[in-house]
């Protein structure tokens, strides 16, 4: 792959930035929709919780995660995804951050959400035990991504997950409808 095609790429979906950036977020908010909305789903989410999505893009997650009392952050590293966020959810706390920096205060949300984008931290072993640091006791972490985009086999990112603190990991697959690629999910609890 050329390194034009892949700047092309990371400018589009991995650090989406300006007009190609706008453009892949619209496509990412129709192709990965349903994915975001299951992550939601998995999450089992009740009233009033707090809710942190990692690299919401265009915001489809935060939307679906709205609502019955909850407040939902994002925190997303490109300005051009924070402002599809706000547009799709504006009721969201919105933030520039990484999985690796959140700017959120320890243990203060309920859940962490996030998809497509663990393929992108520099450090994932900073990014979980950054999750870990801001989920209160008892709360989840549910990640998604692509399998073909996984950067370490499943079973590593669950060995991962554990090192980093987390219990009750548990790991599947899930094909979303249509044509979208097989996706590598798992859910894990923060003791
Ligand atoms: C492929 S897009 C996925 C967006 C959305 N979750 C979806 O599935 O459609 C990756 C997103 O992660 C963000 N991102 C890049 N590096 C990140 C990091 N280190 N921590 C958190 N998010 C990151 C990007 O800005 C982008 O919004």
Known sequence: MSSAYTQVLDRTFGHPRGLLGRIGGAVMAAGNAATERHVVHVARLTPGETVLVIGPGPGVGLATAAGEGRTVIGVDP???????????????????GTAERTGQPDESVDVVLSVNNVQLWEDRAAGFAELRRVLRPGGRLVLSAHERWLPVPRHELAAEVTAAGFTDLQT????????????????????
């Not at 490109?78 to 520039?96: D, I, K, N, Q, T």
């Not at 599947?172 to 923060?190: H, I, M, N, Y």
């Open 172 to 191: 599947w697959t899930w094909d979303p409808p249509g044509f979208g690629s097989t996706a590598a999910e798992l859910r894990a609890v923060r003791p």
């Open 78 to 96: 490109s300005e051009e995804m924070l402002a599809l966020s706000h547009g799709r959810c504006p009721e969201a706390e919105l933030r520039l």
